[in-house]
Every structure is written in C-alpha cells, then in structure tokens.
C-alpha cells in the first residue's frame, strides 16, 4: 500500500495531492492485499491539468469519461472527474457495491460508506443505494462475476434484482460488456456460479438465450448422461476443467462444448446424433454475436467438433489421431482438448499418448527426415499422404522408444 501511496504523490505535484483520491476496485484490493490490475482514480482536477500531467482524454458511449495513462510497472491508471472534492461522497454513493465505495487519499485517510469495511470483511456484496441497479443494470451481471469469486450478495441486494423486469434496460447495453464479465467470471474460483445465478434471476436471456434453453434439453441418453439435462452436464465439465486449469478460454470451451446439441432435432431426444458438427457451424456465429475475441471462436469451434473423437481416442488409428493433433494445434487448444474431453463424462480418462501426437503433429519435414528434393519432385496430389505417413511412422517410433 505504501509503495503505491508513494509512487502516486511523486507522479501528482503536491499542490494536487488534496484534490486526488484513490477509489473502487482498487482501494478494495489494496485493503485485501490483492494485487489490483488498474489505478482508479477520481479528482476535482480540470481536464487541462490532467492533460498538462500526461494523461490522455477517453470518451466512452456507453461508461464514464476517464483520462488514461499508462505506466510500464502499474499498467493502467485511469482518473475520473468530478465538481468538486465536496461531492466525493455523492459519488461513492451512485457506485454499484459498498466495497468498491471507498475512497483512499493520497495520506492514506480513507472515505467510505456506511458498513463498508464490515462488508468488505464478511465478503458481502450491498448495493450502495436502491438504485444501483436502475442506475447502471449491468452491475446486476457485474454481482455474478463478484459471486464466482466468492462474493455473496445480501438479501436486500438480491430483491431489488428480483424486484424489477430487466429485459429493455439489457436490450441497450452493448452486449461487449456483458461478455466482458462473463470472461472475468470465467478466471475466478468457482465460475459455475456466474452462470447459475443468471439462470435463478432469470436475467441475461438478451445476452446468453442459450444459457436459458439449456435446462429444457437432454444432455444424452440416461445410461451415459445420469445427470439428465444439458446444463447439469455443462456445469459439470466446467468444474471438473476449472479444477485443473485457470485458462479462462478453456474454462469457455468446457461450458459451451456441448453448444451443438442445442441445434439437434428435437425428435431424435435423447439423442444428439451430429452434434459435434453442428457445435462447429454455432460457433462461429455465437462468437460473434458475443463480440468474442477470434480465440475463442475458432476454439470453442474445434472443441466442438473434436471432443467426441477425444472420448473415443484409444479406438482411433494412428493417422486420425496425429490429423486431430494437428487440427488442434492450429485452433490453439491443443492443451484445452485432452481437458475438455476427459471432463466430458465422470471419472474420465486422459487420452494417453496426446503430446506425443501433438509432438509430432507438429514436426516440419526436416525434422521427419524427409528428403526435400524427393519431396519436391513428388506430385502434389500425393505429398500430403506420404507426410501423414512418416508422421505415423514417427510416432510409432516414440510409442516403442516409449514401451
């Protein structure tokens, strides 16, 4: 706390260090003793002066105006600005929760509302006014991202969500930001939570309709989908891939890995015959609509398309496996796949041998020993099955040196 105290002071000039104030996430997390990816900000200083101090003025259509600059050791510092000094408790007031309505001087003196620090100890979540919500409706997806990690919303707070329709306030928010929540819930402790919470508020359906058609759809026959519907199957993977990685995108491929059965026909329940091709066409268009980044689009694609042949990984032949490893490196999940697949079902099994495949998979034709100048002389049309060959080759190679 005291070094970032100390770096601010000497980046402000000390006629300015009264009319500065730490404020939100930031003075939360240095309260938690939590590293903070951002400097917040709030100042009575005049947008001339802060320009004159090297910050550069952003508008926003759709958040508060800020002044940005960037430092190489504290990243992002971000100012906002208001009348006066005088209404910095006004301004804490129209935050969204108690614990991000705290203001740190540059003395270290802190301002705050009423129950804050309780609240801050306790890991509850209380809406700074009854109209929070009214006031910024995406706070309510904001409370599910806090949720996933760890934070629990009072019962006050949770009525004035459920005291309210919320569908026209959701149509008009850009929908960049929810998706910006739901990939920050997806790096927390338990991002199940962020998901299921929409589903018992019902709330979000403007964003995620598929999230809400996911409890009305078998996940697959009784004898392999216990579970019964999809959703209980999704939750299910995302915890079992959540348990061994933080990787927010393979977080993403585990819970919508299953996205082609919603586009299935309904007749062949509980049947899913071809929902792994059909996950593949989604994809591209629920990432898109989501204003996801092309990561996540051809990932969860690829995902889609290959997680049942990860199910039936040991009956595969040789070629198909090094044909699956290559598509898989060049979609970036080649450490995502083997996850998603072996979380599919309870107890699942990895699917052995997959970095030897990935390994060679990945091999120029050097590095498989193939002549350059024979390959060159080679018909087109014929090079591609002669290198898959020396491919299984090597990795029949690797598999006896292995045994």
Known sequence: MTTLLLFLQGLFPVSCHDRIVLVGGTVRDLLLGTESQDIDLTTDLSADELCA??????????AATIF???????????????GSMDDLRDDL???????????????????????????????????CSNYSFRD???????????????WRMTQETEALIRKDTWADAFRAIPVERFSSEMLKALARKTPERFFQRMIEFN??????PELFRMPQIPAGPLQHHPEGDLLTHSIQVLQRVAAASDDPLARFCAFFHDL??????????PK??????????????????????????????????????????????DSSKLEMAEQAIKAGIAGILPRVSAADKPGGLSMAGWEEAVHVAGMSTRELGIDQGKLAKMPIQNREAFILQKRVEALRATQAHAI
Not at 68 to 82: D, W
């Open 203 to 208: 709330v979000g359906a403007e964003f995620l």
């Open 136 to 150: 910024d409706p995406l706070r309510i997806v904001r409370a599910f991202r806090f949720e996933a990690d760890g």
């Open 272 to 317: 899913h015959h071809g929902h792994d091709e059909a996950g593949f066409g989604m994809a591209t268009a629920f990432c898109n609509r989501l204003r996801l980044p092309a990561t996540y689009r051809k990932g969860l694609a690829w995902t889609s398309r290959l997680h049942g042949k990860g199910n039936r990984w040991d009956e595969l032949r």
């Open 260 to 269: 082609g059965k919603l586009g299935t026909d309904p007749q062949l329940y």
């Open 68 to 82: 940005f600059k960037y430092h190489p050791e504290y990243g992002r510092i971000e100012v906002t600005r208001i």
């Open 53 to 62: 101090l090297g910050f550069r003025l952003v508008e926003a259509t759709s």
């Open 93 to 127: 007031l129209r935050r969204d929760f108690t614990i991000n309505a705290m203001a740190m001087e540059l003395n270290g003196i802190r301002t705050q509302l009423p129950g804050a620090e309780e609240d801050l100890k306790g890991g509850v979540l209380r809406a």
